[in-house]
């Protein structure tokens, strides 16, 4: 499946969804919906949170199955958790 | 998922706290320190401070064993003290203690080849050449060029590996408080200065009272 673009290759603003496709029915929506903030992750960092939270949401644990120290673990954590604070905060002034 | 900056073996030179911390970074850390004490006490090189490495052949005054091997932890301790109160200034989140003063330890093991190199014939010679002659110790040792080519070569290589250590210990620091940027330089340089001024002062103390 292709990674979904959450940023426009034009002018870099931000995607939202215009239709949604049922894959069963072939029901389709129109609308405007909101990407979710997660979703606007990096494909590697969303990779990482689906890890981290099949691994108990334990930083030892992801320490262990990724072979790196506590703090580089905890410290990617960080580093997106205040992507997400400041992606939030970019929405909030949005609107 | 690649959490890695570069290949495995370079970031283990030069950012080994990538890839160990806590305990085990700890153990390692003073297994090295330990054994570059003992290597010291055989080459007469004291790490007398955070940044110091002197090596004095002379045998005066008589240093034991046991002192030659605290100085190192007592650098350490001092660092990782230093390092503890500039980390809850300056990291934005919380941070393990154990992370931090097991890089910090694991990040003294190029101290290993300093007191290795030190070993070598030529610089110790020279070493004690110089000494005579700074001291005005009777002037018992000559002067041997290859032996002032072999003390040249022994100090440069022991700068790099003394840069080489306080490059991990930044990169430690970095890693383990969760610190970047000028900050982190900033608050590094005032708890090396800090913890340098602190190790000179404990072990003239501890000289003295030996």
């Known amino acids: 499946m292709k990674q979904l673009p959450t940023t426009c290759p034009s002018c870099s603003g931000e995607l939202a969804a215009r239709r949604l496709h049922c894959e069963r029915c072939g029901t389709e929506v129109e609308g405007r919906f909101d990407l979710p903030l997660l979703v606007r992750l990096p494909i590697d960092d969303q990779t990482f949170l689906l890890q981290f939270l099949k691994a108990d949401a334990s930083l030892k644990e992801m320490a262990r199955i990724l072979g790196v120290s506590y703090p580089t673990v905890r410290n990617r954590l960080d580093a997106i958790i205040e992507q997400l604070k400041r992606s939030e905060s970019g929405k909030k002034g949005k609107k | ?210």
């Not at chain 2, 370079?10 to 806590?22: C, K, Q, R």
């Not at chain 2, 301790?77 to 109160?85: G, P, Q, R, Y």
Request: hydrophobic share 55%; net charge positive; proline share 5%.
């Open chain 2, 1 to 210: 998922m690649n959490m890695q900056t570069g290949s495995k073996p370079i970031t283990l030179l030069f950012n080994p706290s990538i890839y160990i911390a806590g305990a085990r970074a700890l153990l390692l850390g003073w297994a090295a320190i330990f054994l570059a004490g003992l290597l010291g006490a055989l080459s007469a090189t004291h790490f007398d401070g955070v940044l110091d490495v002197h090596t004095n052949p002379t045998g005066s005054p008589p240093t034991p064993l046991w002192f030659f091997i605290c100085e190192g932890f007592i650098a350490w301790l001092c660092l990782t003290a230093a390092l503890l109160i500039t980390g809850k200034l300056t990291a934005p989140g919380g941070f393990r203690v154990i992370d931090l003063a097991g890089t910090q330890a694991l990040a003294r093991w190029p101290t290993i080849f300093i007191s290795l190199i030190a070993l070598l014939p030529g610089y110790q010679r020279f070493t004690a050449y110089l000494l005579d002659q700074l001291l005005n110790r009777g002037g018992h040792f000559e002067f041997v060029t290859p032996d002032a080519f072999a003390f040249f070569c022994v100090v440069l290589v022991m700068t790099v590996l003394v840069c080489w250590t306080v490059y991990l210990m930044y990169k430690a620091y970095s890693v383990s408080c969760n610190v970047t940027g000028p900050k982190a330089v900033v608050s590094f340089i005032v708890a090396v200065i800090v913890a340098e001024v602190c190790s000179k002062t404990i072990l003239y103390f501890l000289m003295r009272a030996i």
